[in-house]
């Protein structure tokens, strides 16, 4: 019996140390979002524990009555701080001032009534000193305030019970590992007050400062190991799981912690990880600033933004958010061809071709490079327009323009230079080379005739072909210049000819 009571004195004492060993740990975390919670919680089960400790070890009824009263100085507050915690992890609405006041009134007036005992009798109507020289109780008699207290304790009880439960319905593992901790940890000082409430002796033990002191350990390292209030708290569950955007929250290795539904959606493979377990292809989170990735059937593009989680100055993980800008892009792509290209023949538009072709002719290697610059006219369109319409005169500039197109590589740059002028710039190329595919392109237009309502068209065109040689500095300007002045003398000398910029040059005339 004797080695009993000293073992429970002990559990007692070693409970004691655990509850400022808690303090210090929560002071700690002060940085952390909702760590006053875990400060007032530390402290008032210390003041619960360090009371009992002082009651079963008292000598005198005065000494054990003072253990008592610093006891109810945390006891009282410990249930309606868990409940603001456990109301807050999970994102429920925050009282307001006069919630609060009602929420603290009971255990006020408790705390209030108990240290104004004997004048007051509200709370105990009589106590009487017990002890056995090992082990000493203060064997109480309860008055009214106390049975309403322990009437709205179990009130608070239940409402965290169905709080914590409420929440573990549809969650993921990692919050339900989480709430399990919280359902624990207000389950544990419960269970072990149940002896202590249906003991008949005259001596009991009291295991709940015990339980108190396990509760607070539980939270702390479900803070530590299990991210409850630092890397993914839960008051953001809700919202989280609602985002339509892909929401990953990894340590600093990149390695997974938790992540939305739209995540597991994206990343099947996430439904099977565990908690600090590696991702596979992490490492393209870290390098690239939009990701391209096949989801039912369909590449989709996603911008890809990261949020280093702070505590203090010392980083805890990284918050990853994939946003869909597939249809931003399909947008800018199509606002970016709407600017860029002519709508009728499909080909750069004036500006376009200017800076295309100034990119071109500006780069790095370019004077290592020759260029040949086409200047394309249809002869006689204003005829066609007069006699034919202005339908058919769209229709032959469209046959004209998809004729070049053909003719030349993706690398050249093709324009409409205006009205019906085409203008192409060919890279890389030698001056027979560029002369004779203007020849072979002339050839070819004034080969394919254009119906249009029963009608057929024969066009032709003239061309004037400028040429820069490699080991010069290119001016778009200047091959402009010579490849218009070609083009009229071509259409001076007759039309339908293609015109070198320099007169006679290869055999042209």
Not at 406 to 416: L, Q, S, Y
Request: glycine share 6%; charged share 20%; hydrophobic share 45%.
């Amino acid at each position: 019996m004797q080695a009993s009571l000293n073992v429970f004195v002990l559990l007692v004492f070693m409970a004691t140390i655990s509850s400022i060993l808690l303090i210090l740990y929560s002071i700690r975390q002060r940085a952390v979002e909702k760590s006053y919670f875990l400060i007032f919680l530390s402290g008032t089960t210390f003041l619960y524990t360090f009371g009992y400790l002082l009651e079963i070890l008292s000598p005198t009824l005065e000494a054990a009555f003072y253990g008592v009263r610093m006891q109810y100085m945390g006891l009282p507050l410990i249930l309606p701080i868990c409940y603001l915690f456990v109301r807050d992890i999970h994102g429920e609405k925050r009282f307001k001032v006069p919630k609060l006041f009602l929420l603290f009134t009971v255990p006020v007036l408790s705390i209030l009534s108990m240290q104004a005992y004997p004048l007051l009798r509200i709370y105990y109507t009589h106590i009487e000193y017990i002890s056995n020289h090992y082990i000493a109780n203060c064997r109480i008699y309860p008055g009214p305030l106390y049975h309403l207290y322990t009437a709205y304790s179990y009130l608070l009880f239940f409402l965290i019970l169905w709080l914590i439960l409420k929440h573990l319905k549809g969650s993921g593992r990692l919050k339900r590992r989480q709430s399990f901790i919280l359902l624990a940890a207000c389950l544990i000082p419960v269970i072990c007050s149940i002896p202590y409430v249906l003991s008949a002796a005259k001596l009991r033990y009291d295991f709940t400062p015990i339980g108190n002191a396990v509760s607070m350990a539980l939270l702390l390292y479900a803070v530590r190991y299990h991210n409850l209030i630092s890397v993914v708290p839960l008051a953001r569950a809700q919202v989280i799981e609602a985002m339509e955007d892909a929401f990953i929250v990894c340590d600093n290795d990149l390695n997974f912690l938790d992540a939305n539904r739209a995540a597991k959606r994206l990343f099947p493979e996430m439904n099977l990880l565990m908690p600090g377990e590696a991702m596979k292809g992490a490492e393209r989170f870290q390098n690239e600033a939009e990701l391209c990735i096949q989801t039912d059937g369909e590449s989709r593009i996603y911008k890809l933004t990261q949020t280093r989680i702070l505590q203090g100055s010392k980083s805890s993980g990284v918050c990853i958010v994939l946003h869909d800008i597939t249809e931003k892009e399909k947008l800018l792509e199509k606002l970016h061809i709407q600017a860029s290209f002519d709508p009728l023949l499909g080909i750069y538009n004036r500006g376009a071709f200017f800076r295309f072709a100034n990119l071109m002719l500006g780069a790095r290697d370019a004077e290592d490079r020759s260029y040949a610059l086409l200047m394309i006219d249809l002869d006689f369109f204003k005829q066609v327009n007069d006699t034919y319409g202005h339908l058919a005169g769209d229709t032959v500039l469209k046959t004209v323009s998809g004729i070049v197109k053909e003719n030349f590589r993706k690398d050249d740059v093709i324009g409409r230079y205006g009205g019906e002028e085409i203008v192409v710039l060919l890279e890389n190329v030698s001056p027979d080379r560029g002369f004779d595919a203007a020849e072979k392109l002339r050839e070819m237009i004034e080969n394919t005739p254009v119906s249009h309502q029963g009608s057929t068209i024969n066009i032709t065109v003239s061309i004037g072909v400028a040429y820069s040689p490699s080991g010069e500095v290119h001016s778009l300007e200047d091959m402009l210049a010579q490849a218009d002045l070609a083009l009229y003398k071509a259409k001076n000398n007759g039309r339908n000819r293609m015109w070198p910029s320099q007169e006679g040059e290869n055999g042209y005339a």
